[in-house]
C-alpha cells in the first residue's frame, strides 16, 4: 500500500520537518518506491511536484526538502503501485478544477472492478484506480452543485460516496480545496493537531527532533495526518475503519464513521 501524508493548518506553515521523515519511507525505511508527489497551496493556486522516481533519492524530493514553503493545505503521496504502470501520470496527487478552485486528491489502496461511467467533466489521464475514484467524486459533486455548498452539505455527500466506493476495496484517501482537508480511512490514518502549549517532536524515519515552542506563536493550530505516525514521542489518534473528517484552520470540523 501507499504512504499518505497531508497538512491542514489555520496559518501558513512549511511540513519541512513532517516531509523530512515522510521521504524517508519511499525506499529507505520502507519500501514504497514507485513514484511520489506533493501538493502545497498558496491562496487559489497549487504549486505541484511529482516524480515516477522513489522519494528517498529523488532530486524534486530534495528541492522540496530546502524549499520551505508555506502553505495552510499539503497533500503528499508515496506510490506503491498495485493499478497502473510506474509512470508520471499515475503519480499523485492529482490536480483538478472545480466551482473556480482547484482540488488535489491522493489515495492509499486498492479498489477492484471500479470502473464508473465516463464523466462529463473529468476524465483519468493515467491509468490507476485512484484518479477513477478522483474524476467520479468530482463529477458526482459538479452534477448536483454548480457552486461550492456550505461545507457540511460536502462532507454529507463526499461521505456518501465514500462509502459506495470503499464497498469495491481499499479506500483511504485526502481531498481538499485549499480551505477543507477531507481525509477518509479504510485501514489507517493517523493523526495529531498541534497546538499551545507546543514542544518538541522527534521522528521515527530519523533521528530528527524540532521544538516547536521556537518556531510557533500561541495562536497557531497545525494538523497532521499520516498513513503511520511519523513521531514517536506524542500521542496520534487512529481514524476508525470507515471514518470520514473534514479539517479547517488545522482542527476537525466534522467527522462521521459508516
Not at 504549486?47 to 528517498?56: A, E, Q
Not at 472545480?98 to 476524465?123: R, T, V
Not at 452539505?153 to 483511504?172: C, K, P, W, Y
Not at 503511520?228 to 470540523?253: F, H, I, K, Q, S
Request: net charge negative; charged share 20%; glycine share 6%.
Amino acid at each position: 500500500m501507499c504512504q499518505l501524508l497531508g497538512m491542514n493548518c489555520n496559518t501558513p506553515t512549511d511540513i519541512l520537518f513532517s516531509f523530512e521523515g515522510f521521504h524517508r519511507r519511499g525506499g529507505l525505511t520502507d519500501h514504497h518506491a514507485d513514484g511520489w508527489g506533493i501538493a502545497f497551496f498558496e491562496g487559489a493556486g497549487v504549486r505541484l511536484f511529482i516524480d515516477d522516481k522513489p522519494s528517498s533519492d529523488s532530486p524534486v524530493a530534495d528541492l522540496v526538502r530546502r524549499y520551505p514553503i508555506k502553505s495552510k493545505n499539503v497533500i503528499a503521496h508515496i506510490r506503491k503501485a498495485t493499478q497502473g504502470e510506474v509512470r508520471l501520470e499515475n503519480c499523485h496527487p492529482f490536480v483538478r478544477e472545480m466551482w473556480g478552485q482547484y482540488w488535489i486528491f491522493a489515495h492509499n489502496g486498492d479498489l477492484k472492478a471500479f470502473n464508473p461511467a465516463k464523466g462529463s467533466h473529468y476524465q483519468a489521464v493515467g491509468s490507476t484506480d485512484s484518479e477513477r475514484a478522483f474524476c467520479h467524486i468530482l463529477e458526482q459533486l459538479r452534477q448536483r452543485w454548480d457552486s461550492v455548498p456550505e461545507a457540511e452539505q460536502l462532507f454529507d455527500e463526499v461521505a456518501r460516496l465514500s462509502a459506495e466506493i470503499r464497498a469495491h476495496g481499499t479506500f483511504n484517501f485526502m481531498l481538499s480545496n485549499g480551505e477543507w482537508l477531507l481525509v477518509h480511512c479504510t485501514t489507517q490514518l493517523h493523526y495529531i493537531v498541534r497546538q499551545a502549549p507546543f514542544n518538541t517532536a522527534h521522528l521515527v524515519d530519523d533521528d530528527v527532533s524540532v521544538d516547536f515552542s521556537t518556531l510557533t506563536t500561541a495562536q497557531d493550530r497545525v494538523a497532521v495526518i499520516a498513513t503511520l505516525p511519523l513521531t514517536d514521542n506524542e500521542v496520534w489518534t487512529a481514524l476508525a475503519p470507515g471514518e470520514l473528517l473534514m479539517l479547517r484552520d488545522g482542527a476537525p470540523l466534522f467527522s462521521h464513521r459508516s
